[in-house]
């Protein structure tokens, strides 16, 4: 049996040898290549009001310009059409005007650099504050409404409002975006490209280049980390590669440096957040009312859906009976801001674990109890109207924490270590997380797979999914081997294709596993139908191979092309209600830290999980996507500083923050010293794949503990009882301004 076995991911041993192929190890494979180098624009808002390519001519090894005068189809890389691809206006600091193609990369470079590029600058808003104040919105403003907000502050004994404000994050996955195109004899278009939705890769490279979607292909092989910054932002690059290929004839690479890939592709949203709450005398949340703002950056991308997630998730695990919420994107001059593993739901439970973590002292209730006691109950419903089945795995979870990390008894320690030294203080906090799981929009929720069985019985198949280091293919191995009944060195999996499985939906919303495993299962249970009857023909010791072979001799299809669709959902994106996720991922996690009272510096000591993937389908998997979300988790919320110029100086808008350098990454050192995960047991759930669940995004939120736990470390320094506000993230600096304001 396949499935549910703890198996190493199926790549493991080309990622670590450097055998693994990604996008652009494909240019040393092939002859030819024109490499791209964009003309990028030095202000963050301005008017192109010259572009002469002449010059660029003149350096040796430059083949062609790209301008907005070649496209011969739509001038816009996005699916609202607010993202021009070779703009006349400039929107953020470092944006690309033109792209020029060279016989090598550094010939591109001085091309670019010759390109004549004059601007006028206008004013610009860079911070979420400016567009706040401008009152520069895009969009849709959605509210989600439950009960009666003001009834329920007025009943509440005790109100309390604040603002909450948190940075965005930058993906850096370790392959930057990539793209490499080709053209063949009919002018058919072949992009490579490191994308989580090849689909819609496709729809723009042809909208871009005036093509029908059958004349374009797009095939990613594997990503090297995409964490939703892949979702929509390639396709622009994808689209540059191609219309050079089609101009020139010659294949066309397109491979962003590090620093040109943190200044031009978007990022998770940063927020802002006003909000008034209520709490009865027993601490029971009665009210919420709250405004959140997200950094939207200079066009839409993905900000609506991610914003209707942050409503979606401002409720996290406890019940609200009134709860009156408002979201709004900023339009800044800065990068457009996009999905982020979690695609907003992190945001909006920022919000309320931040509320909590600071209304518990106030209320005079210890934060553990304040967040038990308001946990949701089986047969209530979240604010957007979906019942919360299988709440009482948030307390199963809980307690399972609280027990197995003897919570009870390390207070206790803390406490005597904090009474002894002054300088240094432990804290110690747990907390929930609940993900709704499928896509907000019903119509994503489909995935297809196409499943070919040879003669010789092994098994080739394909799926819509794409593989970005998360395992999914490891688990349609998994799922197809399982089906067949085959050990899984029978069963290979092809590279994602377009003209394999069209139509597919991004490898986004963590759905991956789900979507496309129930896919490759409806293939694979198309063709064992078929086998039945040749099965019976034969006697009992006859192998899958007697069977294929007699099959095939007896003119049975052994190929089919599996379909899913997730039934039983609904949204109405206006009136922000419905049933939008076919179930919740939970989890559970408890943190400790130590922090120095001199610097702010921090170590986190210990982390216990207990997280739920339903009956998972790859242990090793799933504990590998545990870990590694929970520390982007913990990245997000105390190391990643984004930073962009927003004084009146010349880089006005130039994002400071361009490297390893100076954009701190959590890595080994950050990891806790002590790590513990645990799946949850008897959570088998029903109607996904082999009774599975999502695991991709739901863990990066278990970070909540480490900044509550820093939180509460912080409260030690002072006399106890009064609220510590954090900021976000909480870098040691800003740790540091916590203790000096708790200690006076
Ligand atoms: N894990 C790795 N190693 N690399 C990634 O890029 N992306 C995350 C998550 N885990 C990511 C990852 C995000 S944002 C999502 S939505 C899911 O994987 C997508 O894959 P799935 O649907 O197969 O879980
Ligand atoms: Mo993940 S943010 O849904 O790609």
């Known amino acids: 049996m396949s499935v549910g076995e703890a198996r190493p991911h199926e790549a493991a041993a080309l990622h670590v040898t450097g055998h693994a192929l990604y996008t652009d190890d494909l240019v040393v494979?092939?002859?030819?290549?024109?490499?791209?180098?964009?003309?990028?624009?030095?202000?963050?808002?301005a008017r192109v009001t010259r572009l002469d390519a002449a010059p660029a001519y003149g350096i040796p090894g430059v083949g062609r310009v790209l301008t907005a005068a070649d496209v011969p189809g739509v001038n816009d890389s996005g699916t609202k059409h607010d993202e021009p691809l070779f703009p006349g206006e400039v929107m953020f600091h470092g944006q690309a005007v033109a792209w020029v193609l060279g016989e090598t990369l550094e010939s591109a470079r001085l091309g670019a650099a010759a390109v004549v590029a004059e601007y006028e600058p206008l004013p610009s808003l860079v911070t979420i504050a400016d567009a706040i104040a401008a009152e520069s919105f895009q969009g849709a403003r959605p509210t989600m409404v439950r009960g009666d907000v003001d009834a329920g502050l007025a009943a509440s004994t005790r109100v309390f409002e604040g603002v909450t404000e948190f940075a965005g994050q930058e993906h850096f996955y370790l392959e930057t975006h990539a793209s490499l195109a080709h053209v063949d004899d009919d002018g058919q278009v072949f992009v490579q490209s490191s994308t989580q939705h090849p689909t819609e890769t496709q729809e723009i490279v042809a909208h871009v280049l005036g093509l029908a979607s059958h004349q374009v292909t797009v095939q990613?092989?594997?990503?090297?980390?995409g964490f939703g910054g892949k979702e929509m932002q390639p396709h622009g690059y994808a689209a540059v590669a191609a219309l050079g290929a089609t101009l020139t004839g010659r294949p066309v690479r397109v491979r962003l440096t590090r620093q040109q890939d943190m200044t031009m592709s978007g990022k998770r949203h940063g927020f802002h957040a006003t909000w008034r709450v209520g709490f009865?005398?027993?601490?029971?949340?009665?009210?919420?009312?709250?405004?959140?703002?997200?950094?939207?950056?200079?066009s839409l991308d993905l900000s609506e859906p991610v914003l209707s997630r942050a409503l979606c998730h401002v409720d996290n695990a406890y019940w609200i009976p009134n709860v009156h919420v408002q979201g709004r994107i900023a339009r800044t001059h800065t990068t457009s801001q996009t999905a982020f593993r979690g695609f907003g739901g992190p945001q909006g439970m920022l919000v309320v674990e931040d509320v909590l973590g600071r209304c518990a002292p106030a209320l005079g209730i210890a934060p553990e109890e304040l967040r038990r006691r308001n946990f949701y109950v089986e047969g209530q419903a979240t604010p957007y109207g979906q019942p919360v089945r299988h709440a009482e795995r948030i307390d199963r979870a809980w307690q399972q924490v609280l027990d197995t990390s003897e919570f009870a008894v390390r207070r206790k320690d803390i406490d005597r270590h904090n009474a002894q030294n002054p300088h240094s203080k432990r804290g110690l906090a747990i907390t929930p997380v609940k993900f709704g799981i499928s896509f907000n929009f019903t119509s994503f929720n489909q995935a297809g797979a196409l499943v070919h069985v040879y003669k010789d019985g092994s098994v080739l198949i394909n799926h819509g999914g794409t593989e970005m280091?998360?395992?999914?293919?490891?688990?349609?191995?998994?799922?197809?081997?399982?089906?067949?009944?085959?050990p899984i060195e029978r069963v290979r999996l092809a590279p994602t294709r377009t003209d394999k499985v069209p139509n597919t939906s991004a490898t986004a919303a963590s759905s991956g596993a789900d979507l496309n495993g129930a896919a490759v299962r409806d293939a694979c249970l198309q063709i064992l139908a078929r086998l039945v009857p040749v099965r019976e023909r034969l006697d009992a010791a006859a192998t899958w191979e007697d069977v294929v072979r007699a099959a095939y001799l007896d003119r049975v299809q052994l190929w089919a092309a599996g379909f899913y669709r997730t039934e039983g959902l609904s949204w109405d994106a206006t009136t922000m209600s419905g049933n939008p996720f076919k179930y919740f991922a939970y989890g559970v996690a408890a943190a400790e830290v130590e922090v120095d009272g001199f610097t702010g510096g921090y170590e986190v000591r210990r982390v216990d999980i207990v997280h739920d993937v339903g009956d998972s389908l790859s242990p090793l998997v799933d504990i590998g996507q545990i870990e590694g979300g929970f520390l982007q988790g913990v990245g997000w919320l105390t190391l990643e500083d984004l930073r962009w110029d927003s004084s009146d100086g010349p880089n006005r808008g130039r994002l400071a923050t361009q490297a390893a350098s100076t954009y701190k990454l959590p890595s080994l050192s950050e990891l806790p010293a002590d790590l513990r995960v645990t799946l949850l047991a008897h959570a088998t759930e029903d109607g996904v794949v082999h009774g599975s669940k999502?695991?991709?995004?739901?863990?990066?939120?278990?970070?909540?503990?480490?900044?509550?736990?820093?939180?509460?470390a912080v409260g030690a320094f002072g006399p106890g009882g009064i609220p510590v506000e954090l900021a976000s993230p909480a870098t040691p600096e800003a740790v540091w301004w916590a203790i000096e304001r708790v200690r006076r």
């Open 694 to 712: 999502a695991v991709g995004e739901p863990p990066l939120m278990l970070a909540f503990s480490v900044r509550e736990a820093l939180r509460d």
């Open 280 to 298: 009865d005398d027993d601490g029971r949340l009665q009210a919420l009312e709250a405004t959140l703002t997200s950094e939207g950056g200079w």
């Open 29 to 45: 494979r092939t002859r030819q290549v024109l490499h791209a180098h964009p003309v990028a624009a030095p202000h963050a808002h």
């Open 220 to 225: 990613c092989l594997r990503m090297g980390g």
């Open 469 to 486: 280091g998360q395992g999914l293919h490891t688990k349609m191995l998994q799922v197809a081997a399982t089906a067949f009944g085959l």
